[in-house]
């Protein structure tokens, strides 16, 4: 069953009208599955855009092979995978298993659904087809104990190892805790001695170390842990061990109205707090069918730009720190404080903005905007010079980055890789290009593409990046900033003026029930995702009518990018993986949520 | 039955079913305030406008019967539009009471203006008509006049049910007002509770519920009342192990929407002076001791006593499943032919009303439930009153009671004192503090709530009613 919405609202609109069964049938996807695996199929939607393909649980492997490799359909990427528990939904079976696949050549997207058993629920997996599902099935394990049969490691991801239960499940209290009596070794089935500096002999006779790199330490930024196996100053081997800052995000934002979760985003990305905050309020959107105003959109663009700015600066400077170039770390925090000051001048804080809105966003810019936002735009070129003066063609600079941590680029497909990570590694794929939302297709930028795939070519590529990013900021302040609202004037939505609450009992019963019910969605799901500083960053949200989210995933960029350390690793000296983190751009708060 | 067709959907409804309860059985739900299932139609608040086709005007559903052939158009542009004006108007002299209005978050207005409003007011503040805002009704019953929509539920409740026509309509044209003659306090309406949770919007609002907690903090129970035979369907409001408000709960057949106002009440009985945890005699006062003292003390006194020696007494408080065990102990462990739950006398009463609406003279939930259960004396064994004349003759080693109202609602409560100082081991369970308890009991089980259990009761009518668990135990108590 499909809705068949109505007129489609301008380029403002990031979604597209469902299709109804006809022109369902002229998808390449559809056609294409229901030819190969007719008997597989159980069901086939498309809400507000998202085609989703509900198929048997024993026939996924099949399906996902004919996904990958159909010539029409040539889904390379799984971008996200995540568990369903339906049981407050009345649905048997209880549990589903959500696939979202992408493919970077049709540039066509697939959800699939697979029901899985209640009592077992259990499903092959997909880690021989793509490597994206490694992490994301041990996580859908962790939250929901599903089990993925061949699958090599699967074990707790996100929560420790003494952890007992499956928290996403709704038959999980949220307040149940469990303490961890002791370290555990990142390598399964490591005896604990060996926790720390351990030395033992290999099978060649040769002495090994195992040493763990974090959680606490000044250059994994955000507590991030890797136990590595030394050979001198290579790493022979190693375990990537994360979910130090796991925060139930999931779980707390079932317990919150749609825009208490705003928040909550913030600290996802906290170095781009604003670009979650859209993400998110995109999402509420795409559901809700909310018309953005152009006001709005004018200012979310520029101020996205800028938190991408100020991601890449971060980036940047902290990887150079951590080489030894102290010098443009500051060179970098500089501009950040300038844009630092817009953002407080816009809302009243910095780091956690809480900026964005489902409409809009949550008050409008100052009077001065455009000159405070031209002159921090223009204060920013100056800086990105001197370091790349200083760092670009640096010898050490060069020999510490050059050829360092190689990633092909069938591998970062592989991976699940997307933004500037998967851009260095020849993935010509950016989301505001490929899938214009925010007014992007109406303005002139590059996306920068390298083919090396190494530690230079990821600096590089966000160096170019912010440049154009200035670009965007210049073109928008440029057009001038729209008159209208900064919110869409829909009261389903957005919180009526202050002085309407307290002159009229309509107002005031609007922001009654808006603050202490929340909205009123439809039932349904979508899938809706914006180019982040790191990449693809997509929110997954199932509504139930309520006015708090049924349920909500996060597909974070950096999650899928970590995913590949320990292959990148393998054989780097341990100086290379300082170097190599840093251009990964790990942020703790999307990695573990 | 009849068939008819709502915004596309057939329906097939009982004759004599107005359009708004057919609209509901395809999952429509018509906006109203002075419909009300239980009451008379009215169709004064024009909320519940439809269009039927081959009408000239838009009508109010819940005053129409469902006929054959019937074509109704809920969702037509100006059936909206009318109740999106009607809102309008209810809402032009209606005060800004939201912040501190008990009915926030369960008011009609408030839900409707989402669901079927949306509009900008043009109504400017200052020319909105005033009315008294904190009228004092009595005992149980505030009235903000100001708040109040017309919607009669209120009138027609006490015309129809209660029969005391306390509330009355006052003046007219846009001073019309609801209240009581010369805003007298309202007396001799046991049932005046029920105004309250009929009310759509907070004009009339439970003085002991008043300000106490916002609504949508507090968890819901389905239980059922238990202070009489009738056993009204309740639903328990509760936070944190406090309970806040009982309020009915519908049910067709036994209290349609209402319950009494002792009910109401009683949930207060259940938090007040609670034995905390199990109580030990030594010397001349009760002291608190583990549930292993306690038992064992029981066990062994009631062992050593023999069969003939004990006396089990059940109660028409507990439940089907506790009485169930204590037949079985009884019978089958002990042994004791000194068996019986009839306990004050009550059972005789069970069926009879004590007023012409709800209440019924037996005030213990469960009496025809050990009447099904068979709890009364096997072989000719002696009845309550017989095992008092076997305590008084001091052949009663050990008395077990399972309940406390054996000490509270009898008339003879001297006789039983003088019984009960005759026998040398008393046990009670009891829930909370009753006179007489220190100083006839050597054993006191701290017994679990009403709401702190689960289990079921047999109403009058001899229906099995299941009440829920509303919260955990928070003291010593137990589930016996």
């Known amino acids: 069953m499909s809705t068949v919405d109505a007129t489609l609202p301008g380029s403002s609109i990031f979604w597209g009208p469902g299709k109804d069964a006809n022109e369902l049938e002229a998808v390449p996807t559809v056609r294409a599955l229901k030819s190969e695996h007719p008997h597989a199929i159980l069901g086939i939607t498309d809400f507000r855009g998202d085609l989703s393909v509900t198929i048997r649980p024993d026939d996924l492997l099949l399906v996902a092979q004919t996904l990958k490799i159909h010539p029409e359909l040539q889904y390379d990427m799984l971008v996200d995978l995540c568990g369903m528990d339906d049981l407050l939904l009345g649905r048997t079976p209880r549990f589903r298993c959500i696939y979202h696949f992408y493919s970077t050549t049709q540039k066509h997207r697939v959800r699939l659904e697979v029901p899985l058993d209640d009592a077992k629920p259990s499903v092959d997996s997909l880690t021989p087809l793509w490597k994206s599902a490694n992490w994301a099935e041990r996580e859908a394990y962790d939250m929901f104990g599903f089990d993925f049969v061949n699958h090599p490691d699967l074990r707790r991801i996100l929560t420790h190892e003494e952890f007992v239960g499956f928290p996403l499940r709704k038959d999980y209290p949220a307040d149940r805790r469990h303490m961890l009596s002791r370290t555990y070794s990142a390598f399964p089935g490591l005896p604990a001695e060996h926790e720390g500096r351990q030395v033992v002999l290999g099978q060649d006779g040769l002495e090994r170390v195992y040493v763990n790199i974090g959680p606490s330490h000044p250059a994994t930024h955000g507590t991030l842990r890797v136990q590595a196996l030394l050979d001198g100053e290579r790493i022979a081997d190693s375990r990537t061990e994360i979910g130090y800052l796991h925060r139930c995000f999931e779980k707390m934002c079932e317990t919150h109205t749609y825009t208490q979760v705003f928040p909550f985003t913030d600290r996802l990305n906290y170095i781009s707090a604003f670009n979650n905050n859209v993400a998110w309020a995109m999402t509420v959107e795409k559901l809700m069918q909310v018309e953005v105003p152009s006001r709005a959109i004018w200012i979310r663009t520029i101020l996205m730009e800028f ?86 063609k640096n010898v050490i600079f060069q020999q510490r980055t050059r050829g360092v941590g190689v990633v092909t680029r069938e591998n970062a497909i592989s991976w699940g890789w997307t933004g500037p990570v998967g851009r260095a590694s020849g993935l010509n794929y950016d989301v505001r ?8 297709e109406t303005l002139d930028f590059d996306v920068p593409v390298r083919t090396e795939g190494d530690t230079f070519s990821r600096y590089m590529v966000r160096m170019e990046e912010m440049r154009q990013s200035l670009r965007i900021i210049h073109q928008m302040l440029d057009r001038g900033i729209p008159e209208g609202p900064h919110i869409v004037d829909d009261y389903r939505v957005a919180l009526p003026e202050k002085n309407s609450v307290y002159t009229n009992i309509e107002a005031l019963m609007n922001h009654f029930k808006l603050i202490m019910h929340g909205f009123s969605p439809p039932v349904g799901e979508v899938y809706s995702y914006i180019e982040s500083a790191n990449g693809e960053q997509g929110f997954y949200l199932v509504s139930d009518g309520t006015g708090k989210p049924y349920r909500l995933h996060n597909r974070a960029p950096s999650f899928y990018t970590f995913a590949a350390n320990d292959e990148m690793l393998r054989g780097q000296m341990v100086a290379d993986f300082v170097a190599i983190l840093g251009t990964l751009n790990i942020i703790a708060g999307e990695l573990d949520r | 039955m009849v068939n008819l067709t709502i915004d596309g959907k057939t329906v097939a409804a009982p004759k004599g079913t107005n359009v708004l309860e057919a609209a509901k059985l395809v999952g429509i739900r018509v906006p109203n305030f002075c419909y009300h299932q239980d009451l008379s139609w009215e169709g004064s608040c024009r909320m519940c406008l439809v269009a039927i086709e081959g009408r000239p005007k838009l009508v109010p559903s819940c005053c129409e019967e469902v006929k054959d052939g019937m074509i109704v158009q809920f969702e037509r542009p100006d059936a909206r539009e009318a109740r999106k004006s009607q809102l309008e108007f209810l809402l032009v002299n209606h005060p800004l009471d939201c912040p501190i209005c008990d009915q926030a978050g369960e008011c009609k207005l408030q839900d409707y203006y989402m669901e079927h409003g949306g509009y900008d007011s043009k109504m400017p503040r200052d020319l909105k008509v005033h009315k008294r805002k904190v009228v004092d009704l009595g005992e149980r019953i505030v009235l903000d006049k100001e708040r109040c929509v017309l919607c009669s539920r209120c009138v027609r409740f006490c015309r129809e049910v209660s029969g005391s026509h306390a509330l009355q309509f006052f003046t007219r044209g846009v001073t019309t007002e609801i209240g009581t003659e010369n805003n007298q306090p309202i007396t001799g309406d046991d049932y005046i509770g029920n105004v309250v949770d009929i009310c759509p919007v907070g004009a009339l609002t439970s003085k002991d519920f008043r300000f106490k907690q916002r609504v949508w903090f507090l968890k819901s129970a389905e239980s059922v009342c238990n202070s009489c035979s009738t056993g009204c369907n309740i639903r328990v409001d509760h936070k944190d192990g406090v309970t806040y408000r009982y309020v009915p709960r519908r049910n067709e057949d036994v209290n349609k929407s209402w319950m009494c106002d002792y009910g109401r009440d009683s949930y207060r009985r259940e938090t007040e002076d609670r034995v905390p945890a199990p109580m030990v005699r030594e010397g001349a006062a009760l002291r608190e001791a583990t549930w292993e003292e306690a038992l064992d003390l029981v066990a062994s006194r009631t062992q050593a006593a023999g069969p003939d020696a004990v006396a089990i007494v059940g109660s028409p408080r507990q439940t089907n499943e506790t009485s169930w065990i204590t037949r079985r102990y009884a019978r089958d462990v002990v042994r004791t032919p000194h068996f019986d739950a009839r306990v004050d006398g009550s059972h005789t009463k069970t069926a009879l009303l004590a007023d012409n609406l709800l209440r019924r003279q037996d005030p213990h939930p469960n009496n025809a439930g050990l009447a099904a259960l068979g709890m009364i004396p096997q072989g000719g064994g002696p009845d309550v009153g017989g095992i008092l004349d076997a305590c008084m003759a001091g052949k009663v080693k050990v008395l077990h009671l399972l309940g406390t109202e054996i000490l509270t609602h009898r008339h003879d409560t001297a006789r039983v004192h003088d019984a009960l100082k005759k026998v040398p081991f008393v046990v009670l369970h009891a829930h909370h503090n009753v006179p007489g308890l220190d100083e006839l009991a050597h054993v006191v089980f701290a017994d679990a709530g009403h709401l702190e259990q689960q289990g079921t009761y047999v109403n009058a009518l001899g229906r099995v009613q299941r009440a829920q668990l509303a919260y955990l135990i928070r003291t010593g108590a137990l589930v016996m």
């Open chain 1, 307 to 392: 938190n991408r700015i100020m991601d890449h600066l971060v980036c940047i400077g902290t990887n150079l720190v951590d080489m030894g170039a102290l010098t443009n770390f500051w060179y970098f925090f500089s501009p950040r404080e300038k844009i630092y000051e817009l953002i407080e001048a816009c809302c009243g804080a910095r780091l956690t903005v809480s900026y964005g809105r489902v409409g809009g966003v949550a008050q409008d810019v100052p009077e001065n905007f455009i000159e405070h936002a031209r002159a921090t735009a223009n204060a920013i070129p100056e800086f990105i010079e001197y370091v790349h003066q200083l760092a670009t």
């Open chain 1, 433 to 440: 290009r490929a899938h214009p939302y925010g007014g992007y």
